[in-house]
Nanobody, 125 residues
Framework: QVQLVESGGGLVRAGDSLRLSCAASGPIFSYYTMGWFRQAPEKEREFVARIGLGSSLTSYIDSVEGRFTISRDDAKNTVYLQMNSLKPDDTAVYYC??????????????????WGQGTQVTVSS
């Protein structure tokens, strides 16, 4: 069982940056594809970014491409989401998730059985 704990959310202004962290329990963290998802009020949860084993493969939703960067440190069992040039539309609860599937197959929320509790990101205009 993988347990995930997010941190780093907060209230910022448009154009600011935040870095989210997700600490994972268990020694097999390096065997998982890791993802970040978000859910805005009254909207469905959406994929934001994912990273494969060894950090060689990454994928982003179009709206954050070039502004957000996902990374992982397997030695620290931690995955990060660096968010730059934040916009009010980025306001949401951000969730970290883990999948036992390889990168190509871990392409939707249903492939991630392990989730953190979420961290709120609010971007004011």
């Amino acid at each position: 069982q993988v347990q995930l704990v997010e941190s780093g959310g907060g209230l910022v202004r448009a154009g600011d940056s935040l870095r989210l962290s997700c600490a994972a329990s268990g020694p097999i963290f390096s065997y998982y594809t890791m993802g970040w998802f978000r859910q805005a009020p009254e909207k469905e949860r959406e994929f934001v970014a994912r990273i494969g084993l060894g950090s060689s493969l990454t994928s982003y939703i179009d709206s954050v491409e070039g502004r957000f960067t996902i990374s992982r440190d397997d030695a620290k069992n931690t995955v990060y989401l660096q968010m730059n040039s934040l916009k009010p539309d980025d306001t949401a609860v951000y969730y970290c998730a883990a999948s036992a599937l390889d990168f190509p197959r871990a392409d939707s929320a249903r492939h991630y059985p392990f989730w953190g509790q979420g961290t709120q990101v609010t971007v004011s205009s």
